[in-house]
């Protein structure tokens, strides 16, 4: 709410105000508050005074009647003569006369001889005399059944003192009422007594107020310790009371002043007061509320404008003048500053800072803008064993070579065209224009001309991939880099060092990088998967072994080709992984297989990478470890073309192996161009001969002749012989005939999976001699 | 018993003895009278008795006549010393008339109304203190102190009483005043041959004369 200045402002100057007369209020408040106590208190005590004023006057009025008693002469014969009955009679007429609530004689000593009120026997007067043991008048108050009176007592004198003459008023209603009429205060009259526990009682009111609120005047007088400086307010605050000793014990007199209508008055009082302070609030805040408009109107104007500035807009600024005008020029100048950096941000951004070019983001932007054109094209060009240079002239040269050729590349361009540099050696230009094979050639025979740097002459070989935009379909810049990169790709493969990109490349590109990313995740979620093909010993008629083949089925690509991505792997390094894959399957498929009963032996295709790898038998001897598989129950075959590669190493392999009691083949034989006389070297046990020969052994007599002849050489080094691809019943007589010992083929059986393998074994070994009955109803 | 008679006998003769030669073995009892407060106190009445002596039991009554009188509404003396039987006048010096009275047990009496000189003295015959007051002026006040015997004085205004000539012997000294606020207790003392000087205190409470004048004239 008070996040803007001005609201802060407006807040700050109303909460000070506010508290201001908050504060102010309280004192004022508080002051009259003091004072209207302190006037309500002068009141009491003047009114104490009159009280007591009026008991003064009260008694001498007494004195007099009593005095003149005292010195009649046949009184005091009376009471010398203590003559009982006329001193009561004048006892009672004194009391009458002076309106007196009884008259009393005492002896001088204090006893009590005469009264005309018979409770008065039940006081003592002895310490009252006692106490003023004088000639003169006693003043005072005595408790009479329980109720204060005021008394007046005089001796008898004859001359001597013989008695003592008094008279009594009740501290009653009367004298409350009296007083009241006087002072304008209400009176009380109580006692207040502390009994046996310690408490407080108070009793006999005699009250001008209510009964009710007397006693809970006295109760907090009590509670405020009994004291006579005590002013008191009552519950309600309607009486203040303040209390005056009778000068005999327990008996007090109170004076009640009415407070409520000093309390009405604070009361108006204080509502004016927050009358007055919520107008002068009120002013104050629409005050400060225009005020602070006027002040901030400038600020205003720049937070708008430093907005503006902050979305990028250029702004005018006007010159303001004292702190205002520092703001507005230091705005400006950040304004001009930022501009400058900005555009500085944009060149580095696009250009490349060694050679000044545009860089690749620049010239992916420039592209994405161009694509609609179906002119032009882009050429990627690339300096061959740059890295060499470098190392032979050092960095520093290799940058001003750099300079050099992008000087040069983009003098080769026109205006319209755009050259950027990519990465270290590589230089994309971009033609907005027609352009052809010629002008390739140009560019290319220019770059290729030397260039000078300090003093040495430098020949470089570029070559250029590039891309016309021209019956190019979906054209978007990572497809342009794309496409641009495989041409540039093969530009270095090819002898003139210039390629031009064709339709398709892209597409099987991609294919092959689709194959080489997924095959590791394919090995996991089961996509890969084998099939096992029947090698049928003739000669027996029985089954003894299959060929483990590797099946792929991409969830995109579909079935894809072993022939396809088995050499994509080899290239790519992760055939190894393929083969301990297919290894650990077979091993584990064997262990299946040995549980249905069924014991044939399984060969697996190794390539050429498996057979440089010296950890190979390592992995094959974990493997059957785990799946408790024997050496008898694995073969693996050999394409003549990997026994080429790195002979040694391969004969080392397959003599561990060999060593290990496994089976070993030749695949594919007859492919290779290798000479019968190699084989004799190596450690093998079978022949495969290629099912290119094998297929139609029975129409194409040369290939028969082949194939007899390589069996007859087979056996002749002691090898068996196996023939792959054996399509129709023709060949089996034939290939038996030529004393071939194994059969694979399509006629027997296409590769199955391990279920389908299991029941056509079955069903093979039970009626192993209808494939040979068939031939012969055949024949 | 006879030893005793004789013994009271001899013990009288010697007093007589002591009495006829005063001139040469004059003993003399000096009492100071002060307030408890200390300071001096006059108008204090002192009453020596001696005990066991035969002689106190019949005084001898007083033939003298003394007066008091009332002079600008006052009775002079404020107090009287007098023995048993003695009669006093009470002669009125002023133009208004007085009216004498007294309640007091020792001796009740009303002077009513009179000028100049009542007819006859009034005998106060029974020792104790009596009040007079006058019915017309209740402020008049005197006191009587009307002793039993003839060892009886008042101090003066320096607060002193002296005894001269006091016969040998033990006596019971008591205190009288009329203003006292308790009765003082009495005391014992010896007299020998030689001089004596007491001091004794009295609780006596303030109180004015009814008026100055005269008395401390007459005094």
Known sequence: MFKSFRSQLIAMLV????????????VILDTIKQDSLDQA???????????????DNRSKHLSVGVTLLASDFGFKTAVATHDDATIRSSLENNANRVGADFGILLSSEGVTINATYDMVYGSDFTQLIKDNRRRRNINGFIEVNHKPYQLVLVPVKAPNIIAWVGMAFQMGNELANDIKGITGLDVSFSSIEVDTENEHLHDNHITTLNLDDVDSILSSFINNGVDANNTIFSNDKNYLTSAVPLNIKHHWAFLHLPYNSWIQNINDITQRLVLIFSII??????LSWFSARRLLKPIQILVSKARRIGRGEHVEIQPQTGEFGVLSKTLSGMQTRIEKREEELFFQASHDSLTGLKNRNAVEEFLSANLNTSQGGVVLINIRHFKDINNMMGFESGDILLCEFAQRLNSLITQNDMVARLAGDEFLVVFNRQFDELTL???????QNEFDISGSKICLQICMGALFFVNQEDLTVNGIMRRVDISADEAKQSENGIAIYEQGQDESHRRTLSIIRDLPSSLSNSQLFLVYQPKVNIQERRCYSAEALIRWIHPNLGFISPAEFIPLLERSGNIQLVTKWVIEEVCKQQSTWLIQGMEVQVAINLSALDLIDLELTSFIKSAMEKYHVKPSQLAFEVTESAVMKDTKTVIHVLNALKKMGFKLSIDDFGTGQSSLAYLRDLPVDEVKIDRAFVHDVESNESNALIVNTTIQLSHSFGFSVTAEGMEGVEGLSILEGFGCETIQGYYFSKPLKPDEFLNWHSSFSYSADQWWKESSLEN | ????VHKGLIKLLTGLILVTSINTQAAELSIVMTTKQGSLLRDAVVELTPINKIASVN?????????ISQKDKTFIPFLSVVPVGTSIDFPNMDKTRHHVYSFSQAKTFQLKLYIGKPETPIIFDTAGVVALGCNIHDFMESYIYVAQGQFARSSNLEGLIKFKNLPKGEYLMEFWHPWQDSKEVSKQIVMTSDNLSIQQSMDVYEEEYPTNEGINSTY
């Open chain 1, 441 to 447: 050639l140009k560019i290319h025979h220019s770059l």
């Open chain 2, 1 to 4: 018993m006879i030893y005793q």
């Open chain 1, 15 to 26: 909460i000070s105000l506010a508290l201001i007369q908050l504060i102010s209020g309280t």
């Open chain 2, 59 to 67: 005084p001898i009554l007083s033939n003298k006549i003394i007066s």
């Open chain 1, 281 to 286: 609030l009120t002013l104050a805040i629409i």
């Open chain 1, 41 to 55: 208190i002068k009141r009491i005590d003047i009114a104490k005074k009159v009280f007591k004023r009026t008991i």
